[in-house]
């Protein structure tokens, strides 16, 4: 079966500081990968896509992926109360499919 | 706002009722999900069309529905519920070319099912 993990955390980071979620995965043959962040009562919301090994950056939100350890990391620099949610990983698991993670709750304080 | 709206936001039924979540979505994909959000467990796909047909269900009760008249139109219908299918159903839909698969989510419907 087709896994996706992820840390639940909740981790806490303050203010200002750099946040860190990681996450594995069980599908060599995934090829598609994304975060999404998804607040209390909210539904999802993509926040980055990478496909190809190394770094992506998009504002304070890098993208990390390692294909040969089948790894994806995102981090948030700067680290803002807003920032605080559930960190959701997605990756490809099938024609037009994502399994997702159970996701990582981050807790910014001012 | 995303471009996938969900109707109704919430919704309480018991558990002899009927009743069907409607999906639109206006952002020109081909491909449109049902997801099942459950509390301390990850989100859970039930059902994948991709231009107009089904492409996978997964193992779904009968109880649950979906149909799925043009691309931009997406419905789960609801009968004999029990009180373990309370959750939050979200509708996504995305692109499927090759290796472009980013899902985009509407707002979800919360259901209780009493």
């Known amino acids: 079966q087709k896994e996706v993990e992820q840390n639940s955390g909740p981790l806490s980071v303050p203010e200002g500081a750099i946040a860190s979620l990681n996450c594995t995965y069980s599908?060599?043959?995934?090829?598609?990968f994304f975060w999404y962040r998804q607040y209390s009562g909210k539904s999802p919301e993509l926040i980055m896509s990478?496909?190809?090994?190394g770094d992506k950056e998009d504002g304070r939100f890098t993208a990390q992926l390692n294909k040969a350890s089948q790894y994806v990391s995102l981090l948030i620099r700067d680290s803002q109360p807003s920032d605080s949610a559930t960190y959701l990983c997605?990756?490809?698991?099938?024609?037009?499919?994502?399994?997702f993670g159970k996701g990582t709750m981050l807790l910014v304080s001012p | 706002e995303t471009g996938v709206t969900q109707t109704p936001r919430h919704l309480v039924m018991g558990m002899t009722n009927k009743k069907s979540l409607k999906c639109e979505q206006h952002l020109g994909h081909n491909a449109m999900y049902w997801y099942k959000q459950s509390a301390k467990k990850p989100l859970e796909l039930m059902f994948v069309y991709s231009l107009e047909e089904r492409v996978e269900n997964n193992s779904v009760p009968s109880r649950f529905s979906p149909e799925c008249p043009n691309s931009s139109h997406l419905f789960l219908h609801l009968h004999t519920l029990q009180p373990e299918d309370s959750a939050l159903y979200l509708c996504a839909s995305s692109q499927v070319l090759a290796g472009d698969y980013e899902q985009y989510f509407g707002p979800g419907t919360r259901l209780t099912v009493t």
């Open positions: 599908d060599r043959g995934s090829q598609s």
């Open positions: 997605a990756v490809t698991s099938g024609y037009s499919t994502l399994t």
């Open positions: 990478i496909y190809s090994n």
